[in-house]
């Protein structure tokens, strides 16, 4: 089964395009078949906001390329920014994190456990790249101070330089462009306007502090001008969303064959034993699933019955040990109810676990334990007769 690590194309949708609903996806395997149920349309709502207003370049970010946000994340660690000293690795960079989400695809499918791994070490990188050099709030720029530029030659010592953090294009920056394009001839005024100042940090102590656009795709929380939420944001989202993921309509397989569940472990989930012991009775008084005048088990009435009944599952311990027993691990989501597809023999041996049935030797035929108790009274009875009619 192809999971949520395949669920992010390169439209970015997490669900069919144009799909803004609670998706619900068979689940089919050796031992259980059911639904699926996650709010794909939800992630896939913040993940399109996000795409949109990462679809900016140009001016709106303060460079005078076309280059597009989105493109500048995915090549984090790759492309050299005017008077960048510090280069980051491919692997640490923002665009190793793209990479990771858009291998999910739009198509199909579950959402696997795998899935969720993937996206805590989605979560995980982000954690590890914030406030770090790699963030790109911490990209370290040096822009020559524009007073020690010799306008003649355009030359300046290695110390006349200001450090900056997060953007390059400051104020600064713009007279240098100025003073160096007066010295070249051309006399070209910079076009772009110094960038919003929120957007870089001057001097040393400034890491950690400048919120540029890279930095709002990465890690804003509401407060990005640029681009609102983050990918950090959106994937803490999506983790709340998987939490919230369920299994509907599940039945589960429980013969002989070992293919399932055995009635073992249907004992142990509390739904299931309430139900066998109300149809068992107590020791001493049958239950309606017994045979009031034979004592016995009525096998083909309470096999219809078992399959028809709904139980219930409650709690994570619940869910999670059918799953475990049950074939499921792989598949995320919590149980809520479960229907049983078991065999006839399976729900005798319900009976029996209980400890007020049992089943004769050699035959397929369970009965109350409260008929052995009538046949001691018999046997008694008769002895007494005969020893009345010796003596």
């Not at 790109?136 to 006349?160: L, M």
């Not at 983790?239 to 039945?251: P, V």
């Not at 096999?303 to 599952?313: L, W």
């Amino acid at each position: 089964m192809m999971g949520l690590r395949k669920k992010i194309g390169r439209n970015g949708c997490v669900a069919k395009k144009g799909s803004k609903k609670k998706a619900s996806r068979p689940i089919k395997g050796r031992g259980y078949a059911g639904i699926q149920e996650f709010d794909y349309g939800k992630f896939q709502q913040m993940f399109d906001a996000w795409k949109t207003q990462c679809n900016v370049g140009g001016s709106k970010l303060g460079v005078t390329s076309g280059t597009k946000l989105i493109d500048l994340i995915k090549n984090h660690g790759v492309v050299a920014r005017p008077y960048t000293k510090n280069k980051v690795s491919r692997t640490e960079g923002a665009g190793s994190i793209v990479e990771m989400l858009e291998e999910w695809d739009n198509d199909a499918a579950i959402l696997e456990e795998v899935d969720l791994e993937a996206l805590d070490d989605v979560i995980k990188a982000l954690d590890n790249m914030r406030d770090s050099d790699t963030d790109p709030r911490n990209i370290r720029f040096t822009v020559p101070v524009p007073s020690e530029i010799d306008e003649d030659t355009g030359d300046y010592d290695d110390d006349d330089v200001t450090i900056v953090y997060g953007h390059y294009r400051t104020p600064d920056y713009n007279k240098v462009r100025e003073i160096l394009s007066s010295v070249s001839g051309r006399e070209k005024k910079e076009t772009i306007s110094p960038v919003n100042s929120s957007w870089y940090a001057i001097g040393s102590d400034g890491k950690n502090t400048a919120k540029p656009p890279m930095w709002q795709a990465l890690f804003a929380n509401g407060d990005g001008d640029v681009v609102k939420y983050g990918l950090y944001y959106i994937c803490q989202e999506a983790k709340k969303l998987t939490k919230k993921a369920t299994i509907t309509n599940l039945k589960l397989k429980v013969d002989d064959e070992g293919d399932g569940l055995l009635a073992a472990d249907l004992i142990k989930i509390p739904s299931v034993k309430r139900w066998v012991d109300s149809k068992v009775g107590t020791m001493t008084s049958p239950g309606p699933g017994i045979n009031k005048k034979t004592l016995h088990w009525m096998d083909r009435p309470m096999y219809r019955e078992a399959i028809n009944e709904k139980f219930a599952v409650a709690g994570l311990n619940q869910s999670e040990f059918l799953k475990r027993e049950g074939g499921l691990d792989e598949i995320a989501g919590t149980i809520k109810t479960f229907q049983l597809n078991i065999s006839r023999r399976q729900v005798r041996k319900l009976a029996t676990l209980t400890g007020k049935c049992k089943k004769y030797p050699g035959r397929d035929v369970v009965y109350h334990v409260s008929k052995d108790v009538e046949k001691k009274k018999e046997v008694k009875k008769s002895w007494e007769q005969i020893i009345g009619k010796t003596f």
